[in-house]
Nanobody
């Protein structure tokens, strides 16, 4: 059974640059596409960033494109989300997701495995 555990969230200030991590276990990490989603209070969970089986393929939501970077370490079986120039509207619970596919999808239904989430609160 694949397990995903996120870390790195917390209370941050606007403009900060935290890094979220998601440690995977129990599966063949090298075959996965991985993604970050987020869910703000009262809103639906939305796609943030995805990285394919081969790291050359990445995709970003328009709202974070140019500010966030997704990358992974196959050796460490970990996917990261570098978040730059955080805004108040980035406040959400951030979830890591994985699926045995080549290209990352942007829909919740594209993913088979989910982490429990890590809260990121942007506040001054």
């Amino acid at each position: 059974q694949v397990q995903l555990v996120e870390s790195g969230g917390g209370l941050v200030q606007p403009g900060d640059s935290p890094i979220l991590s998601c440690q995977a276990s129990g599966g063949t990490f090298s075959t996965f596409s991985l993604a970050w989603f987020r869910q703000a209070p009262g809103k639906e969970r939305e796609f943030v960033a995805g990285i394919g089986r081969y790291s050359g393929y990445v995709d970003y939501a328009e709202s974070v494109n140019g500010r966030f970077t997704i990358y992974k370490s196959v050796h460490k079986e970990t996917v990261y989300l570098q978040m730059n120039r955080l805004k108040f509207e980035d406040t959400a619970v951030y979830y890591c997701a994985a699926a045995p596919r080549v290209v990352p999808g942007t829909s919740l239904h594209d993913y088979d495995y989910w982490g429990q989430g890590t809260q990121v609160t942007v506040s001054s």
